[in-house]
Structures are given as C-alpha cells and as structure tokens.
C-alpha cells in the first residue's frame, strides 16, 4: 500500500536516486533537498515526490505568500499510476493550511498540473547584446562580500517591486547556493555590487559560459546573468560598463527581464538586444481565493464585483466573493449566493486555474470571453480588466 509522508534522512539515497531517474542527471544523496519534501512510499521506498520551496511573490508592488513546486518526480515503473497527482495534492492542501496563498512551478507535464488547478501565469525570458554595443565607463562596481547580503536582497525588492511575477525567498541560504552561487559543473559565478552609502544601488550575479558552436576556443564566451539588478541610472550604467569590460573575453552578455526589456533595451547601443528562442512558462494556482486577493496590490481603480470560483481540490474557495477596490486596496466578503443573484450576479463560476491566470495578469477578462469562461456581455469586464491591469507578469527565478 503506497503512504505519503515527509522525505527523511534515511531516505536520503533514495531520494537522490529518484531524482536522477526522473530529471537524467546524477544527484549526490548529499545535495538532495529534502525539506518541505512529501514523497510517496511502496513499502520504505520513496517512488514520488514534489517538494514546496517558501516564496513571497510580487504582484501590484506587494507581495504574496506563494509555494514554489520543484522536483516532482516518478520512478519510471511507477509512472502512470496517479503517484504524482497524489503527491502534489497532498503538498498543495499542507501549503494551503500553512497560509499560502498561490503557488508557482515550471512544468514538464502541463496536463497535470492543469488537472490540479494550474494555469500559465507568466514568463521567464532571456535576453542578449554583444559585449561591444554595451555603454563605455566604469562605475563604482566591487565583488560582493558575506556582508553585502541583507542589502542585496533589499535592493532586489526595490527592482521587482514595480513588476508582476518576481518571487523572493526570505530564506538566506536560498540566495547564497541559488541566486548568487548556483551550483554547476561547467560554470563558476560570481557576483559584484554597486555601492549607495550604506546601502547598494545594483548588483549582478552572473556566470561566464562558452559560446559558439566550437566552444571557448572558436566561439569565446558569454556573460550569463541570474540576477542583473539597478535601482537607478546610475546603478544600471556602472554594470552595463563593468560587462562592457568583457569585450576582449566574451561576446555576449546575456540577462534574464520583463518581455518590454526595458529599461535595460533602451540602454544598450547600435544592435539593440535579441530575444533568446526558447520561452520558458511557468504555471500558477491560487490555493486561498480571498487570502491571495487581499495580499496582492492593485491600480488605483474603485468598483466592486462577485465573483464566484469552480475548486474541486478546495471547495471552500468557490465563493461567491464580494470583491471592493479603492485606491489599490481590496476587501473580501463571502456573500450568500441568493443575496449576490440580486445584485450584480455572479456569472458563471470560473475555473480555479483560469482564475489564477486571470490573477497574475497573465490573461485579461478579454481572454476569457474569447474562451468562454466569461459573457460578453458580463457586467464585470470593466471592472476586472482595470483591476488585474499591469505588466506581463515574469521571473528571472528557475526552481
């Protein structure tokens, strides 16, 4: 009989093992994660997992509870049996009752996870300029210090603020072996500051990569960002002249940012920038309807709605839901389904996933009328689309 339970140390190598089948790589049962880590069991033997990764995630210059999904996986020859269905479900209902209010993942199977409510939600798109069109002149740009973490992570909030999609783990260590240092066999990081007094303006945490179809020795090398970071003009101009330092060793510089890929586009000379061809999706689910509407900021628009949500992993999200907004603030009111049939009505329920999409910002009203989950002639359209107005929701994380 199959259990589902948190992953622990004697799992270990087992853990590890799965992971490897799963995603085709070798994983040392040392640098397997295993908190917040729900497996299925047949018998002691871990056949599926899925694990929660603690994020805050930027919507309307506020940030929500969000529930990172990462390494889901299934043992080949339990595949088909509904092993990671049961698993997410599981993990979805612990984050839900631990107070998040959405989740996010990168999906491989997009099926599944639209079985269990996910709806695209946003973007990660990469970016590249050759090094020699990148402005001249060095600022003041020095390798980050042990010390300079607090104030990394305070200047990352400042630049994804004004931007829907960003997520940002309070967990230092998430920062340190992700964000600044991520692991890799072929690549060695490194991360530089632009100091502000006390504080910092910008920093980048980036890589150097061989590039071209003959390697390093034909092709040269790129200079790969995780994280490219400015909090003003300044800041943007003494990292773009520090990249352009690279000239005689890379050819590219390369960056993660929002699809208008300003202000970074209207930075860089002659050539411009071009897009990388791959468009990595990543997928959201509201797990608490009016805990996630409530958490997230809004434009400054006024008005009221009912809505009302199709949840069969979470009844308890269906509403219908009296939405107010004023002045990029909203309240959340569960009203009787009589008592809204004689206002402003609740239209059809919408189902849990394009609700979340609708959330993000990543479909309009408009795209839900042309697929049918919203009227017409639906009342609340005006409304909904002035609320959920804003910038195509992105990341530069991958997790």
């Avoid at 920038?273 to 997230?296: C, H, I, N, Q």
């Amino acid at each position: 009989m199959v259990e589902i339970r948190p992953a622990g140390e004697a799992d270990r190598e087992a853990v590890a093992s799965l992971l490897g089948f799963a995603f085709n790589f070798r994983r040392s049962p040392e640098g397997a994660e295993l908190r917040h880590m729900l497996c299925a069991y047949d018998g002691d033997l871990p056949v599926a997992s899925a694990r929660a990764i603690a994020f805050e995630q930027w919507f309307g210059g506020r940030r929500a509870s969000c529930a990172g999904v990462a390494t889901v996986a299934t043992l080949p020859e339990y595949r088909g049996r509904g092993m990671a269905s049961a698993v997410l479900r599981a993990l979805l209902r612990e984050e839900r009752a631990g107070g998040r209010a959405i989740s996010v993942l990168y999906p491989t199977a997009p099926a599944l996870y639209r079985s269990l409510g996910y709806e695209f939600g946003g973007v990660r798109l990469q970016f590249s300029a050759p090094i020699a069109d990148l402005p001249t002149g060095r600022g003041d740009v020095r390798q980050m210090e042990a010390k300079d973490l607090d104030q990394v992570m305070k200047s990352f909030s400042r630049f994804a603020s004004p931007h829907n999609g960003p997520v940002q783990s309070p967990d230092r260590d998430w920062w340190r072996d992700h964000v600044l240092a991520p692991k890799s066999d072929t690549a060695l990081p490194r991360a530089v500051v632009v100091p502000d007094g006390e504080a910092l303006a910008g920093y980048a945490s980036y890589y150097l990569e061989p590039w071209g179809p003959g390697g390093w020795r034909q092709g040269g090398y790129r200079a790969v960002c995780n994280h490219l970071v400015f909090d003003n003009t300044r800041a943007l101009q003494a990292l773009l002249g520090y990249f352009r330092g690279f000239e005689n060793a890379a050819q590219d510089l390369a960056w993660y940012g929002p699809p208008s890929t300003s202000p970074m586009g209207l930075a860089i000379g002659s050539h411009g920038f071009s897009v990388k061809s791959e468009l990595t999706r990543w997928m959201t689910r509201v797990l608490d309807v009016p805990l996630a509407l409530r958490s997230r900021g809004y434009p400054q628009v006024s008005g009221e709605a009912v809505i009302q949500v199709d949840d069969n992993l979470f009844p308890e999200n269906a509403g219908p839901w009296l939405v107010q907004a004023e002045a990029g603030r909203v309240s959340v009111e569960q009203v009787d389904p009589a008592t809204a049939a004689q206002g402003q009505g609740t239209g059809k329920p919408l189902p849990i996933g394009l609700f979340s999409a609708l959330y993000t910002g990543f479909a309009s009203p408009a795209d839900l009328v042309v697929v049918g989950a919203l009227d017409e002639d639906d009342e609340r359209v005006p409304f909904l689309s002035g609320l959920f107005a804003g910038p195509v929701p992105w990341m530069p994380e991958f997790f």
